[in-house]
């Protein structure tokens, strides 16, 4: 039984909830930054493609506009998200009907069961203008009746899939990921495995919404992806993600935790290409590509200090990590880490390395 729990990740886990020194809520800068790059992309693309005179926009309750937020953690960074949101889509309605009624919201902030929702709707601006509802389960399933939202949106969620795929940790697999926890990109079996997972998730995640938007509804998406022709071991989150399987491997030669976890240990991340998104949104079939932007984050080039990237990779990972490898073991392996990038600050922060990048893109869900 303790082989079979080992070999696969949980398909549902939660950032750090509450809003302590070690919460997401308080370790989320970087997610942050990102809204004030795409601001203008959404208020120009709501603007451009957005129509409340097209016919799937019933007239009788076109003052009733419907958003998702899928992936949204426990703040605040989605309050902000829809706000801008808002703006943009009222903007649009006076501009295109005038003399209309004023225009109603109904926000609904999904993520997994274990997300911590009360701490969401404590934090719950007291002036937000929408009424809001929570709604738990995986994005990668259905969550909402047949064509009632106007506007999905998905912000760092999607590079993670919803399992690691069970290949890479078998060990009779030409795929199997043994000293490694990640899809590096070198190893061409297991990149097929992972590359595989998240078309699977793709899919899954683009069906469910083309069923619950309606015809000429907008979904905006900003993911995690790799420039075109980039390895994820290219990259400084590459590069980051092998160190830290170098040092679980360490601790596990010292005894410290166990080796048969190290070895089942594999990240469900997957950071794919801009040309392997459009592939699949475009074999789909029930979205038009509006835009796909990369994003030059303010972040970037900012000089990391180690104690701010292991609050923000404990405030992510924190529940995964005590899911594989039991709660006990994770404040030793963060404080290992930590002590390990100190000593090996420039081979890790300051090597020679490219940036992975953040996608923008803006779907509109074709009219039948």
Same mark, same amino acid.
């Given at each position: ?5 080992t070999?696969t ?8 909830g ?11 800068s ?21 129509d ?30 829809m ?29 997994v ?20 509802a929570?709604?738990? =389960?995986?994005?990668?399933d ?6 009632? $939202?106007? &506007?999905? %949106? /998905? #912000? ?8 690691v795929?069970?290949?890479?940790v078998?060990?009779?697999?030409p ?5 490694s ?27 469910a ?45 010292? =005894?410290?935790i ?7 240990f594999? $990240?469900p &991340?997957? %950071? /794919? #290409? ?7 949104i ?5 979205f ?10 303010p972040?970037?080039?900012r000089?990391?200090d ?6 923000q ?17 994770v ?30 893109i803006?779907l ?5």
């Open positions: 039984m303790e082989n079979e729990e070999k990740v949980p398909k549902s886990w939660a950032m750090v509450g809003d302590g020194p070690r919460s997401y809520a308080q370790n989320s970087y997610q942050r930054g990102v809204l004030d790059v795409v601001n203008e992309l959404m208020n120009e693309g709501i603007k451009e493609t957005l409340f005179k097209s016919p799937c926009f019933d007239s009788s309750n076109v003052c009733t506009f419907r958003i998702a937020d899928f992936g949204c953690s426990a703040g605040p960074n989605t309050f902000l998200a706000e801008k949101i808002m703006e943009a889509v009222e903007q649009k309605y006076h501009a295109q009907l005038q003399n209309s009624p004023p225009l109603e919201f109904q926000v609904f902030f999904n993520d069961t274990g997300n911590d929702f009360n701490t969401l709707f404590k934090t719950l601006p007291s002036y937000q203008k929408y009424f809001a929570g709604v738990p =389960g995986t994005f990668y259905r969550l909402f009746p047949k064509s009632t $939202l106007r &506007l999905a %949106y /998905s #912000s760092y969620s999607l590079h993670w899939l919803s399992k795929p069970e290949e890479v078998d060990t009779k697999s795929a199997w990921n043994k000293g926890i990640q899809c590096s990109g070198t190893a061409k079996e297991v990149a097929k495995a992972y590359s595989a997972q998240f078309k699977t998730d793709m899919d899954n995640f683009l069906n919404r083309a069923q619950e938007i309606i015809g000429g509804g907008l979904m905006v998406i900003i993911i995690l992806s790799l420039p075109d022709g980039i390895l994820m071991s290219q990259t400084g989150a590459g590069i980051f993600n092998d160190f830290f399987g170098y040092c679980l491997i360490e601790m596990a030669k010292l =005894g410290v166990s080796e048969e976890k190290v070895d089942t594999n $990240l &991340l997957y %950071y /794919s #290409s801009a040309k392997e998104l459009e592939e699949i475009k074999n789909h079939g029930h038009c590509i509006e835009r796909l932007n990369m994003l030059n984050h972040m970037t080039k000089k990391i180690v104690q701010f990237h292991i609050s990779f404990r405030s992510i990972f924190q529940g995964l990590l005590e899911a594989h490898f039991g709660r006990d073991d404040d030793k392996i963060l404080e290992y880490l930590a002590k390990k990038l100190a000593e090996n600050y420039d081979s890790v922060f300051n090597v020679a390395k490219h940036q992975h990048v953040e996608h923008f803006l509109k869900r074709n009219i039948n």
